[in-house]
């Protein structure tokens, strides 16, 4: 991630009155931030995140806003003062002045808190009237200070107020004259928090600590260097990095996975001086750079005309023109050719992945685009250019009935030639998307993921019923729901009891539960009859448990501690997590030797006499 502004990228402004604002910075353009005031966007451009800022009054002759970055010292003024400055805090035993009433003391007699029984709330005590505020808005004294300067000293009971009350009086005053802003990068952690406040159902109200939880028990990490062990079959792979997604979130829980296998951002570019100096040394007018200039193998544009590659490859001048043309040579040197860039495949790694299945015809991922990342249009410099890979619900339990997963027609060498280059193009466009798609939809159905991540609006029982057969042997799943209900029969499903029933039964009657002469179970496929008693297979399943999390700020102060009265609603959040394992094949019996009766009997040798 980059560790400070750089142009055409997201960031968020937390603003005095504590809402977020999600912008693009484009340069040479200017920001609003509503009442606070406008400025340009080059004022942010190339500066550290996580700095406060202050817009000044635009002066004389300049049409905008400067900024200005507010110290450490200021922002924390407050809580930096000496105890001697410092009004009587309620929480210490310090009395305050003026004789006021008090209402807690403790058991020797000292003053612990101060009340405000006879404060009275009147809105006449405050003699600065709103027309007055509003003149001193236009004259844009002090950013903001004045007025609230002017405000604290217009008011008739301002001595009457508890030092937490003042306290509480001036920081609503601040939040709404004061024009500052903060600017953060726009990560997972903040785009959580943005969209939580303006669309949480897009999100199904996936916090940050639900989002802390999915990647702690779903075991992600970068996993790059990791072996590929080629599975039983021989048409798939086990291990790897490999993780099966199925997200509803818009992309959210995509980008937070990702986040943790080092696959959302970017690499930084260089700095611009070293590339000016090696594009410099690698233009040099030479054969061999001219030469080595030449596309070759995988790095040639199949869209390019047959004929035209041939001639550039194997120039065969006339022996007529040969003179001539050594001599213009050798009086103006020839422009180097720019190799072309090196054609790089989609969703081709192999390690280190995320498969999306999704059910509409594009994935659902539009929240990746602060992110820099696009699925309908990627950049190939992107990671998830190659490590995200998609497919539909329809490809993975029916490849067959996709039109996409049928080969197109084969057109034969002598027929390519002849056509022209906007249709030699289209069909190398459609074979190259018919081999992605085979790829990606073979290396699904074979399996071996590492763990499964679910937080769809589907019934649980169904996604895990098509997709928990995939996993290998350990792998974790983990599952998102916004409300309990559903989870809570998932955990049915997969209990101990459930379990004890489904093998009896398949012991009762192996005929009706798939089994061989052997004892071994048959798999369930996508077309076998869902049975109402065992919805899903539930010795795929070990440890499946339920549980939540969610943060909450409070106001903690003696004999006042509860949660902030102005803290959001809404669904808790909830996850179930299990672990895949591997059902022995065949019937286990087990039996033991046990001891009936008299316990065994110990000696013990005496001591010896000194």
């Keep these: 991630m980059h560790s400070y502004i750089r142009p055409n990228t997201y960031i968020v402004l937390r603003l005095p009155s504590g809402i977020l604002k999600l912008l693009e910075i484009i340069p040479n353009t200017n920001i609003s931030i509503g009442k606070f005031g406008t400025f340009q966007a080059n004022s942010l451009l190339g500066r550290p995140y996580y700095l406060t800022f202050e817009i000044l009054d635009k002066e004389e002759g300049n049409s905008n806003s400067e900024l200005r970055v507010v110290p450490p010292a200021e922002l924390h003024a407050s809580s930096l003062t ?32 101060q009340s405000n029984r006879l404060t009275i709330d009147d809105p006449s005590r405050q003699t600065l009237t709103m027309e007055e505020i509003e003149e001193l808005k236009k004259a844009g004294t002090g950013s903001g200070k004045e007025i609230i300067a002017r405000i604290m000293k217009s008011h008739q009971a301002i001595d009457e107020k508890t030092p937490f009350s003042l306290a509480k009086y001036t920081l609503r005053k601040s939040r709404k004259y004061l024009r500052r802003f903060t600017v953060f990068p726009a990560d997972v952690n903040m785009l959580s928090e943005y969209v939580l406040d303006k669309e949480a159902h897009r999100i199904m109200e996936l916090r940050e600590e639900n989002l802390g939880l999915i990647n702690s028990w779903s075991n992600i990490h970068c996993a790059e260097s990791n072996t590929i062990i080629p599975s039983s079959c021989g048409k798939g792979m086990i291990g790897g990095g490999r993780w099966l997604v199925v997200d509803d979130t818009g992309g959210l829980l995509v980008a ?44 040639m544009d199949v869209d390019a005309p047959a004929k035209s590659i041939s001639e550039t490859a194997n120039p065969e001048p006339p022996e007529i023109s040969r003179e001539s043309n050594t001599a213009t040579s050798e009086a103006t040197p020839s422009k180097p050719r ?12 192999q390690t280190n992945t995320l498969t999306i299945v999704h059910s509409n015809a594009q994935p659902n991922l539009g929240y990746l685009k602060y992110f820099s990342y696009d699925a309908t249009a990627s ?37 390519l030639s002849t056509m022209k280059s906007s249709k030699r193009g289209t069909y190398f466009r459609k074979r190259r998307r018919w081999e992605r798609v085979k790829r990606v939809v073979q290396e699904t159905r074979a399996g071996g993921f590492d763990g499964l991540v679910v937080a769809s609006v589907m019934e ?37 009891e459930r379990r004890t029933a489904f093998v009896s039964r398949q012991n009762n009657d192996a005929v009706e539960q798939g089994q061989d002469a052997n004892g071994s179970t048959a798999p ?8 109402p008693d065992f919805p899903v297979n539930p010795t795929l399943l070990l440890a499946p448990s339920l549980q939540t999390a969610r943060a909450r700020q409070y106001q903690v102060l003696p004999g006042r501690t509860h949660p902030l009265m102005t803290s959001r609603g809404g669904a808790e959040g909830f996850l179930f997590t299990a672990t895949r394992v591997l059902p022995v094949s065949g019937k286990v019996e087990a039996r033991g030797a046990f001891r009936a009766g008299k316990k065994r009997k110990v000696q013990v040798e005496p001591e010896k006499g000194g």
């Design 82 to 113: 000496t105890a001697e400055d410092d009004t009587p805090a309620e929480s210490t035993d310090e009395p305050a002045e003026g004789g006021a009433e008090f209402d807690i003391v403790g058991d020797n007699g000292e003053i612990i808190m």
């Design 256 to 299: 937070s996975l990702a986040e943790r296998m080092g696959l959302l951002y970017q690499e930084e570019p260089e700095d611009d001086d070293s590339g000016k100096e090696e594009k410099d040394i690698e233009c040099k007018p030479t054969e061999e750079s001219a030469s080595n200039s030449i596309p070759q193998g995988d790095a």
């Design 338 to 349: 720019t190799p072309r860039a090196v054609h790089i495949p989609p969703m081709s790694a």
């Design 379 to 415: 950049n190939p410099e992107h990671p998830l250019h190659t490590h995200l890979k998609t497919l539909t619900w329809l490809q993975m339990l029916y490849p067959d009935d996709d039109p996409g997963y049928k080969e197109p027609e084969t057109i034969s060498d002598d027929l």
């Design 460 to 496: 649980p029982a169904t996604v895990l019923r098509a997709c928990v057969p995939l996993l290998k042997g350990g792998a974790t799943v983990t599952v998102y729901s916004a409300n309990v209900e559903p989870l809570v029969e998932l955990c049915d499903f997969y209990s101990k």
């Design 524 to 531: 369930q496929g996508p077309d076998e009859a869902i049975d």
